[in-house]
């Protein structure tokens, strides 16, 4: 999987470039991660990507050339078979919701493009010449859409084989199996006055498996009952649910 992200600050993503999981599955191949520099694309020698709007008004506004040229570089790179699967999102707080729906159709793509938005937007023909997909992380503003980019590449990396430990930990996740997570514990058996439910050390897996199942249906009823409308559950998971 092949991430090109076009910013105005490239230096921003050497905190996912260095650390972790994502910086590991960078240096081993298994995504790659190319940054660009908008401002490498202006039509002056300034860098100028930004100007005033049309009409008067406080904020400035991306402008559409290096932008355009930014873009088109990026996708001449991209094989001529993948490129019309090849999503070219900008990130905004106007955008659709991302979810693990959305992730997953990213996931399935062969690359992506990834435009940071900044200033109070972009000039409106970046949206009607590029843009395929524009994408919101949740109902605020943040100050740039580098920590956006960084959430939707971390959310997709996750789905690339290998990239975290085994496949099973991805189809188990909250909210990818459409519940949340059961609790978890790990050693001290006894921390502070608080134990391991019993049923954790009894060494029965299918009790184990019914128990974990039944937290995680009683806790997304708790606390996100909305996704029980389209979480996969069993004829037993309803009927433990109307108890
Ligand atoms: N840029 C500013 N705010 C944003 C948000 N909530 N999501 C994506 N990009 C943004």
């Given at each position: 999987m092949r991430f090109t992200v076009l910013t105005l600050f490239p230096e921003s993503f050497r905190m996912m470039e260095e650390y972790s999981v994502l910086g590991r599955a960078l240096r081993s191949g298994l995504i790659e991660l190319e940054t660009v520099d908008i401002r490498q694309f202006a039509t002056d020698r300034h860098g100028t990507a930004d100007d005033y709007q049309f009409g008067g008004g406080p904020g400035m506004v991306m402008k559409p050339e290096p932008v355009f040229a930014a873009v088109e570089s990026a996708l001449a790179r991209v094989p001529v078979e993948e490129r019309s699967a090849t999503p070219v999102a900008l990130t905004s707080p106007q955008g659709d919701n991302l979810d693990q729906n959305l992730v997953n159709e990213f996931a399935s793509a062969p690359g992506m493009i990834v435009i940071c938005g900044h200033y109070a937007?972009?000039?409106?023909r970046i949206r009607q010449g590029l843009i395929t997909h524009e994408i919101s992380i949740g109902d605020y503003v943040l100050t740039g859409g580098e920590l956006a980019a960084m959430v939707i590449i971390d959310a997709i990396s996750r789905f690339v084989p290998d990239v975290i430990g085994s496949a099973e930990n991805v189809e188990h996740d909250s909210i990818t199996s459409g519940l949340l997570q059961h609790p978890l514990y790990t050693r001290p058996a006894a921390f502070r006055g608080m134990g391991v439910p019993e049923v954790l050390t009894s060494g029965n897996h299918a009790d184990i498996e019914r128990w974990r199942r039944r937290q995680s249906l009683e806790r997304t009823l708790r606390l996100r009952p909305d996704l029980l409308d389209t979480a996969p559950l069993t004829n037993s998971d309803r009927v433990f649910l109307a108890s």
């Open positions: 937007g972009v000039d409106e």
